[in-house]
């Protein structure tokens, strides 16, 4: 690969980022060409008039400000906006709270059906009501892109193709705007998310919630893929892959600051959401 394309910011605290072919085929139906996740620093700011390619960012966690058509959003987790040629873009950071979120670079007409079927073409914000799936799949993208091999690209485009069908499901149900249920849904989950990690269990997150443990797993049921245990336990799968990335941090103590009962349990709960064992991920970060 080239040198670190200069769109990439260096105003970032820690990232993961790959880059793959930077012209890619002008005939090919979807390309990968960049993607990564990044926590932006205070002084981290966007301002471009146009793109080279499609683009997705989400926020995993903290917030940010982007400004489309002139227009300024506020955006938390869940959080996804979509740019590319011809789209004017400003990003600020929250300084409060600073964002770790995650970005794909990509080409071709496909891709651009898959984001006007998703309803987010270039320009579009949304709120994605249940970014957890979205996130996992962007990291699936993440691990590929920045490992060496043959059939990079492919893996790469194969995967992408995953995460911009996903987007279509990710979208809050139109049915469900304005409902009472849904709105306590809404809170609760962004209650477990921004404790990133830190909830060890569904009895702690309903009481946190304020809600009854069997209430707040049939919210889940009626409007998320996964019930609220799941979502704890990514978030705490997710928080111990960044600490995995700290080359002092054992995985038992890791896995006893997260609440896991025994490192078997932590690396049996890891495996089931990153597809490998902590020690082999930290191998390959």
């Not at 400004?67 to 040629?85: D, I, K, S, T």
């Not at 009962?261 to 597809?275: C, E, I, M, Q, T």
């Amino acid at each position: 690969m080239s040198q670190t394309p200069s769109f990439l910011s260096p105003q970032v605290t820690a990232f993961r980022r790959f880059h793959l072919e930077l012209v890619p085929d002008p005939h090919a139906a979807l390309t990968t060409v960049c993607g990564g996740w990044e926590r932006c620093a205070r002084d981290y700011a966007i301002a471009r008039p146009t793109f080279p390619y499609l683009a997705i960012e989400v926020v995993a966690s903290g917030a940010c400000e982007v400004e489309l058509a002139g227009v300024w959003h506020l955006l938390r987790r869940g959080g996804c906006f979509v740019y590319g040629p011809g789209v004017e873009h400003r990003l600020r950071v929250v300084a409060q709270r600073l964002p770790k979120k995650y970005f794909i670079d990509f080409t071709g007409p496909e891709a651009r059906r898959l984001l006007e079927r998703a309803g987010l073409p270039p320009g579009t914000v949304a709120q994605l009501a249940d970014p957890t799936l979205i996130l996992a799949r962007i990291d699936a993208v993440i691990a590929a892109g920045t490992r060496p091999g043959a059939s990079v690209q492919a893996i790469c485009d194969a995967l992408l193709r995953a995460v911009l069908l996903t987007l279509a499901d990710a979208a809050t149900p139109a049915t469900a705007n304005g409902s009472r249920a849904h709105a306590t849904y809404l809170r609760c989950r962004r209650w477990i998310e921004d404790r990133d990690g830190a909830i060890a269990s569904l009895a702690e997150a309903a009481t946190g919630c304020r809600v009854d443990p069997a209430y707040l797993c049939r919210l889940f049921q009626r409007f998320a893929s996964e019930t609220p245990y799941d979502l704890v336990r990514r978030l705490r799968v997710r928080r111990a892959a960044d600490l995995l990335r700290e080359p002092s941090r054992s995985v038992a103590s890791i896995a006893d600051e997260l609440g896991f009962s025994n490192p078997f349990h932590f690396s049996r709960a890891f495996k089931r959401v990153f597809g490998l064992p902590p020690s082999a991920f930290r191998r390959g970060t």
